[in-house]
């Protein structure tokens, strides 16, 4: 059975306007684990914080919980209707960056996205288990699994300057 269309696959969606959640950052990526696990990563060992549990036990009343940052992974948007996650070392320019994991898009990645994401040059990670069963009970069990964190945008350099597309 598949519910919400996620059952094994590899699933990717932009996200927008997250500021009004207090995350710190306004756009991001969404991803199943699929693709993580096809490539022996395990997205448990990421140091992502656990949605539910992690938010829960980390925000004290009325504050914010500070999500982790992890610089030496980079969304990269270079391809047409992709978005990739590169690992780089964090400060360091490379020809031939590593490919954590991709996914493709039906459509082009809307421009005001592409410019959210190019002016904070970091955006929400999120990554959820792509099987579904009735141990979730509902779309918020489900969701208390996503892990989440903020990575680093890859900046690439032509003739024309500077940009990430």
Do not use: C, Y
């Not at 959640?21 to 991001?28: A, C, E, H, Q, S």
């Not at 190019?118 to 069963?133: N, T």
Request: aromatic share 8%; net charge negative; glycine share 12%.
């Amino acid at each position: 059975m598949s519910t919400f269309g996620i059952e094994n696959a590899n699933v990717w969606a932009r996200l927008s306007n997250l500021a009004a959640f207090g995350v710190g950052v306004d756009v991001g990526l969404f991803t199943t684990d699929v693709e993580w696990l096809s490539r022996g990563i395990d997205p448990d060992k990421l140091g992502l914080l656990q949605m539910g549990p992690g938010l829960r036990e980390n925000t004290p009343d009325g504050e914010l919980v500070e999500l982790p940052f992890h610089d030496d992974l980079l969304i990269d948007l270079h391809v047409r209707r992709t978005a990739r996650l590169l690992r780089i070392p964090p400060g360091e320019m490379v020809d031939d960056p590593e490919v954590v994991v991709e996914g493709t898009f039906d459509d082009e990645h809307p421009s005001e996205w592409v410019d959210e994401l190019f002016r904070e040059m970091r955006g929400l990670l999120a990554v959820a288990p792509s099987g579904w069963d009735d141990s979730f009970g509902s779309l918020a069990g489900w969701m208390d699994t996503w892990r989440v964190g903020v990575v680093g945008v890859a900046r690439r350099m032509t003739s024309e300057g500077v940009g990430i597309v």
